[in-house]
């Protein structure tokens, strides 16, 4: 069998292209559209597009989210009441990290998170990338995060806006 190298190597450049285009497809800033958990037999959404707005930015390293709640009011003084803290943490969040993709496996590695209880934790998902639509999905680990008695599977549908 003859092998011809100039479209052997034509033929490994562009599949290493595509792979390398696949992880720069994930790179950008998104908005959550829905999120839903499902727990046994019991599914519900754990976002409100209505009353809160979620972005997450990847880079090609690092992961980040921050979201907030109708209710941030603006604190007093220079030094908040406890009530206004609390209704602050209530309506925002935050956390943060590098990530590892390999194909359509997806690993958050928090290093910062407005929940401690995620620092320090891998969680791993499967995402799906179509035009300007991201979807990351999968097995989500509540009682290694202390959360719960019972794990879960998450959905979260995300749109590019950048």
Known sequence: MHVSWPRFFATCSMMILSTSAKAADIIGEWQLVSAELTIGDNSFPTFDPQTHEMIKVITDSHFMFL??????PRFSSYQPTHAEKVTAFDNFGGGGGT???E??????????SIFPNYEGMSLSFKVTI???QLVQEGHYPIVKLGLGSRDGYVKEVYRRIR
Do not use: W
Request: charged fraction near 25%; avoid cysteine; hydrophobic fraction near 10%.
């Open 103 to 112: 194909g359509h496996n997806y690993t958050e590695h928090v290093k910062y």
């Open 67 to 72: 979201s907030k709640g109708p209710q941030r």
């Open 130 to 132: 179509t035009e300007d």
């Open 99 to 101: 990530y590892s993709l």
